[in-house]
T-cell receptor, first 107, second 114 residues
Framework: KNEVEQSPQNLTAQEGEFITINCSYSVGISALHWLQQHPGGGIVSLFMLSSGKKKHGRLIATINIQEKHSSLHITASHPRDSAVYICAVKYNNDMRFGAGTRLTVKP | ETGVTQSPTHLIKTRGQQVTLRCSSQSGHNTVSWYQQALGQGPQFIFQYYREEENGRGNFPPRFSGLQFPNYSSELNVNALELDDSALYLC?????????????FGPGTRLLVL
């Protein structure tokens, strides 16, 4: 079992819909990151969380340390949000990644 | 301010050969991490270098080794290549590692082992 589980694996939405991607982890962590990977491989760092909630434009990330769970929300989704979203946790001197959620937003 | 660059962009090798991949950090960043991403999977952490010293290592065999230079650029060396080493290799730089806000990723090197 992977220490970092994401759901769903694949998600298709219509433009304008509210999107939620979930990440659960089973180890004690010092930080959790949400990453966005576009076709071709380029990765962009979206958020780093150690507690609470962060917002950047239409993106909101939350984390519940007690429940070992984080969510990434996208409001008013747009086709340009189509990408793979990856959750990563810092665990001691190691990094563990989820397998990613492939999001497709249709116009 | 230049971003993170990696070279080469693509590479084809045969089993048993050795390969060196290179990463130039974002200006001023002292920490570089390397990742392997197989097709359709999330990245896997190989190792991290902080100020020229290895600062953490994932579950990779010793034939995966690295270096960080005084200018904080970095190399990933893989000896005795195996077919399963075919993957996208990504590096990311930051000022101090994964407890910092933003990791800056390079575009990756796509390695194919035949």
């Amino acid at each position: 079992k992977n220490e970092v589980e994401q759901s769903p694996q694949n998600l298709t939405a219509q433009e304008g819909e509210f999107i939620t991607i979930n990440c659960s982890y089973s180890v004690g962590i010092s930080a959790l990151h949400w990453l966005q990977q576009h076709p071709g491989g380029g990765i962009v760092s979206l958020f780093m969380l150690s507690s609470g909630k962060k917002k950047h434009g239409r993106l909101i990330a939350t984390i519940n340390i007690q429940e070992k769970h984080s969510s990434l929300h996208i409001t008013a989704s747009h086709p340009r949000d189509s990408a793979v979203y990856i959750c990563a946790v810092k665990y001691n001197n190691d990094m563990r990644f989820g397998a990613g959620t492939r999001l497709t937003v249709k116009p | 301010e230049t971003g993170v660059t990696q070279s080469p962009t693509h590479l084809i090798k045969t089993r048993g050969q050795q390969v060196t991949l290179r990463c130039s950090s974002q200006s001023g960043h002292n920490t570089v991490s390397w990742y392997q991403q197989a097709l359709g999977q999330g990245p896997q952490f190989i190792f991290q270098y902080y100020r020229e010293e290895e600062n953490g290592r994932g579950n990779f065999p010793p034939r995966f080794s690295g270096l960080q230079f005084p200018n904080y650029s970095s190399e990933l060396n893989v000896n005795a290549l195996e077919l399963d080493d075919s993957a996208l290799y990504l590096c990311a730089s930051s000022l101090g590692g994964w407890n910092q806000e933003t990791q800056y990723f390079g575009p990756g090197t796509r390695l194919l082992v035949l």
